[in-house]
């Protein structure tokens, strides 16, 4: 069965403290693992997709790297806008665009 | 573009009530979803369609019904509300079911309560 646990649950940082987040992945063939922010009562914002170990892609403060058993998203240096909750989803190779979610990393930022 | 629009924002129900959850998009994009969030659980899939007239169900898809006439339109049916219901509804689009890179765009949310 397919399966996304992300940890830790919440995260509380101080401006310019760097971390990373986990997320660890079950899945048969993967095709794609997706990362998105979601703020407070918004829907979740696209961030990166990852297709293959090894790959790493990067915006801003952010970069997403990936493993055959779990992704790590890095933030450097974050600042309180940075606030979020973290989602991160794989889509297997079961069919179609279906995407299997984690419950999300709780991300504070204060200044 | 709007992209992906979804009304009401808030809604309030009685058990048995039955209503629609709107959803919209304006990109064109072949395939759209229903995800529901609850706390402490990550978004769980409850319909999906690939195109105009196709639709099937997702992993939590009972008491919903879902319908697809047009490539914009995605509408979620609850036939008979109950408490369990309670939830933040997401519609969600992406170009198409069938190609490798192809994230999905989410909308703003519909948070339902069953009372």
């Known amino acids: 069965e397919d399966q996304v646990t992300q940890s830790p649950e919440a995260l509380r940082l101080q401006e310019g403290e760097s971390s990373s987040l986990n997320c660890s992945y079950t899945v048969s063939g993967l095709r794609g693992l997706f990362w998105y922010r979601q703020d407070p009562g918004k829907g979740p914002e696209f961030l990166f997709t990852l297709y293959s170990a090894g790959e790493e892609k990067e915006k801003e403060r952010l970069k997403a790297t990936l493993t055959k058993k779990e992704s790590f998203l890095h933030i450097t240096a974050p600042k309180p806008e940075d606030s979020a909750t973290y989602l991160c989803a794989v889509r297997s190779s079961g069919g179609y665009n279906k995407l299997i979610f984690g419950a999300g990393t709780r991300l504070a930022v204060h200044p | 573009n709007a992209g992906v629009t979804q009304t009401p924002k808030f809604q309030v129900l009685k058990t048995g009530q039955s209503m629609t959850l709107q959803c919209a998009q304006d990109?064109?994009?072949?395939?759209m979803s229903w995800y529901r969030q609850d706390p402490g659980m990550g978004l769980r899939l409850i319909h999906y369609s690939v195109g105009a007239g196709i639709t099937d169900q997702g992993e939590v898809p009972n008491g919903y019904n879902v319908s697809r006439s047009t490539t914009e339109d995605f509408p979620l049916r609850l036939l008979s509300a109950a408490p369990s219901q309670t939830s933040v509804y997401f519609c969600?689009?992406?170009?198409?079911?069938?190609?490798?890179?192809?994230?999905?765009?989410f909308g703003p949310g519909t948070r339902l309560t069953v009372l």
């Open positions: 990109m064109n994009h072949e395939y």
């Open positions: 969600a689009s992406s170009l198409t079911g069938y190609e490798v890179y192809n994230e999905q765009f």
